[in-house]
Each structure stands twice: as structure tokens, then as C-alpha cells.
């Protein structure tokens, strides 16, 4: 029977977990200066990512966060509660897409589901599902990981 992981009572790697396993994360502030460096060191420059004005004038509510900012985040979330511990190579996200904008001051949490495991000579080939939740439960980001 699959369990549902809260992050507060639980570490485990991924490799650990049954399929149908689940995990939440502990949410995470994501500060202004949060987008502002991952904007300035990936390049991606654009008026609405720094500029609140520049947000608004495009009818966002203020300035937003770079969807692969919030991934990121999402990433560094899952890595911190254990469940990719373990892991040796990042295969690839397939059917990723940003659902809903994402503010500063905005708190976002993972939520992953495991699907399939394969044992290798080289170690396991796991695959989850992930979806970003912000503060009021709306998710704002969805995709599948190998």
C-alpha cells in the first residue's frame, strides 16, 4: 500500500520508497533578491523578472518569478529533504509545465509521487511525478522526472 511522506517526520531517498510512495516537502519563501540573482547569473533579463514596474506594465501583479527559478527552488527543496540523496545522474523532466505565476514573498512546496523503479547493475533508474504548490495550494508547476 503506498504512504504519503510528510518531510518534517521522514528522510528517505527515492530508491527507498515503493511506487505510489509520496513526498511533501517543508515550503520555502522565495525572497526578491532570490530573483533577482538567479535572473542576473542565468541572463534571463527580461523587465518583468526585475522590474515591478516593468511586471505591471504587462498586467502581472507585481514583478514574477523566472519558472525555472521556481524549478529550481523546487529542486534544492526535494534535494534538502532526502528524497534525491542519493541519486548519481539527473536523466531528464518530461511533460514539464508552469501552471500559474509565482511572486516574490509567494512560499512553494514539492510534491512528489514515485511511478516506476528499476534496479541496474549501476544502481536504480527511479521516476516521479512533481507538482510546485504555492501558499494556497494552487500549483503553479507539474512535470515528471526520470
Request: proline letters at 3%; one cysteine or more; glycine letters at 8%.
Amino acid at each position: 500500500m503506498a504512504k504519503n511522506y510528510i518531510e518534517d517526520s521522514w528522510r528517505m531517498p527515492i530508491q527507498k520508497m515503493e511506487i505510489g510512495d509520496r513526498l511533501t516537502t517543508k515550503q520555502r519563501v522565495i525572497s526578491r533578491t532570490d530573483v533577482e540573482l538567479f535572473a542576473l547569473l542565468g541572463g534571463d533579463i527580461v523587465p518583468q523578472f526585475l522590474s515591478e514596474e516593468a511586471a505591471k506594465a504587462h498586467r502581472w501583479k507585481t514583478q514574477l518569478v523566472p519558472g525555472l527559478c521556481t524549478l529550481n527552488i523546487g529542486y534544492g527543496l526535494l534535494i534538502q529533504a532526502g528524497f534525491l540523496a542519493d541519486i548519481i545522474a539527473y536523466m531528464g523532466t518530461a511533460d514539464m509545465r508552469f501552471l500559474a505565476p509565482v511572486y516574490p514573498g509567494d512560499s512553494i512546496r514539492m510534491e512528489t509521487e514515485v511511478t516506476s523503479k528499476k534496479k541496474t547493475e549501476k544502481g536504480w533508474i527511479c521516476e516521479y511525478n512533481w507538482t510546485i504548490r504555492n501558499q494556497d495550494g494552487l500549483a503553479v508547476a507539474e512535470g515528471h522526472n526520470i
